[in-house]
């Protein structure tokens, strides 16, 4: 998987949220607590699996950079097509 790749899956992920947010499918992450128990509002939806879109956790900015500092998400096999792309196979 690389980096491009990643970005990819990042995007698609990221898009999905911001539409569901859009739909009131789901609130703004700044009106729920950051899910660390850290007593800020939450600033995002982060994403420890892009295999699964719509998992996601509300956290603070803070909490999120720490955790991206410690951890890696996990990322599809698959690789991810946009649109205009030729797809072979
Ligand atoms: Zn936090």
């Known amino acids: 998987m690389d980096r491009t790749q990643r970005l990819r899956w990042q995007q698609r992920c990221h898009r999905l949220i911001t539409v569901q947010v859009a739909l009131w499918m789901r609130p703004p992450a700044r009106v729920l607590l950051c899910e660390r128990d850290c007593n800020r509002w939450a600033?995002?939806?982060?994403?420890?699996?892009?295999?699964?879109?719509?998992?996601?956790v509300p956290l603070c900015n803070l909490c999120h950079h720490r955790w991206h500092a410690r951890n890696e998400p996990v990322y599809p096999d698959k690789p991810i097509y946009e649109k205009g792309m030729t797809q072979h196979g």
């Open 43 to 56: 600033d995002v939806y982060h994403h420890p699996d892009y295999t699964y879109p719509d998992q996601v």
